[in-house]
């Protein structure tokens, strides 16, 4: 079974920037692909960003040049650095881990962006 531990969200003023982290519990050489979802009060989840074993990256076209996913095999660890926020970015934000064909996911965490 592996296991995520989310840490990072918080309150941010716009402009401002965050720093999502999401820890495996086992080494994240065998995740295909890691990543996070977003969903805001009375929105559709969204895809912000995924980062593959082989370091492949897409983001949602609202986080390119804002957001940055990067993973540290040494830490079984991924990040999210999330910079010159905005009031729309506020949601819970959930990472995944995705082995073969099975999703596991951390406990969200919650993202606020507000003056």
């Known amino acids: 079974q592996v296991q995520l531990v989310e840490s990072g969200g918080g309150l941010v003023q716009p402009g401002g920037s965050l720093r999502l982290s999401c820890a495996a519990s086992?080494?994240?050489?065998?995740?295909?692909?890691m990543g996070w979802y977003r969903q805001a009060p009375g929105k559709q989840r969204e895809l912000v960003a995924t980062i593959t074993g082989s370091g492949s990256i897409n983001y949602v076209n609202s986080a390119k040049g804002r957001f940055t996913i990067t993973r540290d095999n040494a830490k079984n660890t991924a990040f999210l650095q999330m910079n010159s926020m905005r009031p729309e970015d506020t949601a819970v934000y959930s990472c995944?881990?995705?082995?073969?064909?099975?999703?596991?996911w951390g406990q969200g965490t919650q993202v606020a962006v507000s003056s």
């Open positions: 086992v080494s994240i050489f065998s995740i295909y692909t």
């Open positions: 995944y881990a995705k082995i073969a064909l099975t999703f596991y």
